[in-house]
């Protein structure tokens, strides 16, 4: 079984996802901030992956349509494709991994400033949310994707302490997103896994 298909990890428990719980269990009260430290963690090992953005965003999308493929049918250019081959040599899945790797590359410069973080995060999900019609719960799950794909591409950077700290920051990129949800009147924000 090669890297891209090997089987999907178990979701993180919430507490592992940077949230604290509300009231509600559909949408945690507030993400948890980032210190300093970790900021800094999460800079210096990032720097390490966006040197080759393209390829680590390309390895990530690869293995969230493989292990994942109902998440296809939000891309018609490429719903059909099975072959991680013929994805890896596609420029519309190339496209949009520079997108979503350009993306996190913006949160991540701007970890010192909540309000552009919030903004651009903001903008994201409203998007995925009106226009792309896409199940909120697919952020959850391509940020484990993520993460799965850094630790084994970067371990020599992404140490259990480090992959703790990605934890905690993509936990709070999807709090911020599904806000988004909320805010244009998605019905339900589902964190269940397909």
């Known amino acids: ?6 089987p999907p990890p178990p979701s993180p428990p919430p507490q592992l996802l940077g949230v ?9 009260e507030r993400a948890e901030p980032l210190s300093d430290a970790e900021r ?7 720097d390490h992956v966006y040197k080759n953005c393209e390829d680590v965003g390309v390895s990530v999308l690869i293995r969230f349509f493989v292990n ?3 998440a296809k049918q939000y891309f018609s250019q ?3 494709m099975e072959d991680t081959e013929e994805m890896e040599r596609s420029c519309q899945l190339r496209q949009h991994a520079r997108r979503v790797m350009n993306a996190i590359n913006t949160v991540v410069e701007n970890l010192h400033d909540p309000e552009k973080v919030s ?4 903008l994201v999900g409203k998007a995925h949310a009106i226009k792309h019609k896409v199940e909120p719960m697919y952020f959850k799950i391509l940020s484990g994707v993520m993460l ?3 630790s084994e591409d970067f371990p020599e950077f992404f140490t259990t302490e480090v ?6 920051l993509m936990g709070a990129l999807y709090w911020h997103v599904t806000g988004a949800y909320t805010d244009v009147g998605w019905l339900q924000v589902s964190s269940s896994a397909v």
Request: one cysteine or more; hydrophobic letters at 35%; glycine letters at 2%.
């Open 68 to 70: 994942f493929p109902s």
């Open 1 to 6: 079984m090669s890297r891209r298909e090997s």
């Open 40 to 46: 800094e963690i999460i800079q210096d090992t990032w």
């Open 163 to 168: 992959q703790m700290v990605w934890t905690k």
């Open 148 to 150: 799965e794909v850094l």
């Open 20 to 28: 604290q719980r509300g009231e509600c269990d559909d949408r945690p």
């Open 78 to 80: 490429f719903q059909d």
């Open 119 to 122: 903004a651009v995060l903001a």
